[in-house]
């Protein structure tokens, strides 16, 4: 099983990101042992899986097949690099993803790498739970050796350890890009643009990718945001700049198209766009869906939703059409003693949507149509609180 292992770990270590690994040589990779044999053998944490029924598949599949081998169960403790995680308080899945995401720990020198790159996070003030999540997030981050300086630079800028790693999550280069050729010039063309600090930290920990992009880009990307009529002070600068950057100029027209297909006029996808322009990044699909449902079934005016656009941010499974079917329900069995505003119920907390709502179905007995609610929204039963 080790020849096995030490097979496999020398393919995955060929390239960081993709497995490339012909049919023939899993073949061969596999042809004179199986886990079963050697399984008795070893009381390793980590072992590889019953070899592959068919050696029939095209390189990509191959590939695929051998990463999911790979870490089917777990490593083999032989590995000085995997015991040093495991002594560090790290799960089994956690190490497994890590080596999958960056095999080069499989080799990895714990003396003059890992334990000193550790101990810098440590020095830093990062918890051992902490350190598991930003490594998790980006472990290539353990093989610069200017950790610190990198953790000071972002933590001045975002504040502290959570949004960082948050920040980190979102996007995985983040950490390991080049603060002085790229990050900084960026943040310094916002600033001469005249975006306030707390603007360019939400947009840090929103879509920490905007960052890393270039200069040209960013500026081609703040005009745009302009042009269509939000300014470098608005709060909602950040969300604009966030839709306009991640999504390609074809998908950010297609939107407009979609909403002026349904009656509204240019001007009304503008003011919308800068209300809310959470709404671009929802697809075409679920746009025309919440459309029809709002004006065919719930019966709103076309009015009605452009004045009131938030309506389209919320989830039409979980939200607008549960809430609309409870209190449609209890209007026609003339349980309400007022007409309720769609936008108005729908805004409402949950708990509070239930208590005021669902107790009156329940109170009626009308369990049906209590239960329909609660399996759409959160598939469990809430206990309704009497007022």
Known sequence: MFLVQKRLFCLLSCNKSTVHVSSYQLCSLFSFSTAE???????????????????ELSPKEAAKRAKDRFCEKELSSSSPSIEFFMQSGWSDAQVMKLMQWEPRFLHANVETLLKPRMRSLQDVGFSDTEIVQLVSSCPTLL???????????????????????????????LLISSVARKIEPNISLLREGGISEQCITQMLVAVPSFFCRTNKCINESIKHVEELGVSRDCKLF?????????????????T???????????????????????????SKKNLCDK???????????????????VLLTYSLEKRLRPR??????????????????LLSVVMLSEEKFRNKFLFLLSKENFIAQYDSYVVAVRGKHYVVVEN
């Not at 044999?37 to 050696?55: I, M, R």
């Not at 909403?259 to 240019?266: A, E």
């Not at 609309?324 to 505003?341: A, C, M, R, T, W």
Request: hydrophobic share 40%.
């Open 291 to 309: 459309m029809t449902f709002l004006m065919k079934e719930a019966g709103c005016e076309l009015t009605y939703i452009i004045y009131r656009p």
């Open 143 to 173: 093989f610069l050796r200017d950790i610190q300086s990198r953790i000071d630079f972002w933590r001045s800028l975002l504040g502290s350890n959570e949004r960082l790693i948050k920040a980190s999550r979102r996007n995985k280069f």
């Open 37 to 55: 044999e050697h399984s008795s053998n070893h009381g390793s944490n980590f072992t590889l899986v019953d070899p592959l029924e068919s050696c």
């Open 324 to 341: 609309y079917e409870v209190i449609n329900f209890l209007d026609q069995n003339k349980l309400l003693d007022k007409g309720h505003s």
């Open 238 to 254: 950040p969300h604009a700049l966030s839709a306009v950057m991640t999504l390609s100029r074809s998908r950010f027209d297609a």
């Open 256 to 282: 407009f198209a979609t909403l002026m297909s349904f009656g509204w006029s240019q001007a009304d996808s503008l003011a919308v766009f800068r209300r809310h322009p959470v709404i671009w990044n929802y």
